[in-house]
Nanobody, 115 residues
């Protein structure tokens, strides 16, 4: 069984920074793509950032230039560095990983940007 566990969420003031981490554990031979999504109440979950096994990345337009996704394949971990945070970044952030033929999801971590 594969589990994804996120950490690093919390409360931060506008303009501040947070770094989210997501570690995959269990029977894992290799991880293909990984990504971060976010969701606010009443809205659909949206893609924030995505990274391939080879390190290619893409971002939602709303976070380009402020967020950076990276991964450490030796630790089966994906990161999301979030800078210049805005109140509209407030959401539950979920990591996801494509392993073999399915996507796995973490339980989510709350990020709140408020003064």
């Amino acid at each position: 069984q594969v589990q994804l566990v996120e950490s690093g969420g919390g409360l931060v003031q506008p303009g501040g920074s947070l770094r989210l981490s997501c570690a995959a554990s269990g029977t894992i031979f290799s991880i293909n793509d990984m990504g971060w999504y976010r969701q606010v109440p009443g809205k659909e979950r949206e893609l924030v950032a995505h990274i391939t096994s080879g390190g290619s990345t893409n971002y939602a337009d709303s976070v380009k230039g402020r967020f950076t996704i990276s991964r450490d394949n030796t630790k089966n971990t994906v990161y999301l560095q979030m800078n210049s945070l805005k109140p509209e970044d407030t959401a539950v952030y979920y990591c996801t990983a494509h392993i073999l033929i399915r996507w796995y999801w973490g339980q989510g971590t709350q990020v709140t940007v408020s003064s």
